[in-house]
């Protein structure tokens, strides 16, 4: 909503934007129609500050990954075909390297095209961010 403001101060929205704060599960009570495109951050799991155990890693990515796979049945179903949606995603730093908690296979699995991706981080960060461009099948 921060970003939202900021955009009307700034003069540079361009359409109408309605914004809604909910969990994904929850998005079909308050979206009625399909829609063209969504645009999120999904949660990121408890907070790290490195060096953290390869087994709570393991956990984390497996709760996420639930989660994920849930809220995406909703997306998809509030997208229109053809549809976009735009998410961040977590990629944990480790002390076995990099652990993405959501890959490629598993989102084209869930009927979603990867259009694009772009890496998002900075040194010294725990928690990198995957912004996937992801289109409807």
Known sequence: ?????????QDQLVAPVTLYVSPAQTLEEHVKEPVDAIVTETYLGPGLHGGEHPDFIKKNLKMLGELYRDCFGTLFTLLKPGGTAVVAFPVFQTQIGEQEAMGRTVIEGLGFRVANKIRYERVGQHVARDIMVLTKK
Do not use: F, I, V
Not at 1 to 9: G, R
């Open 1 to 9: 909503q921060a970003n939202h403001e900021w955009l009307m101060k």
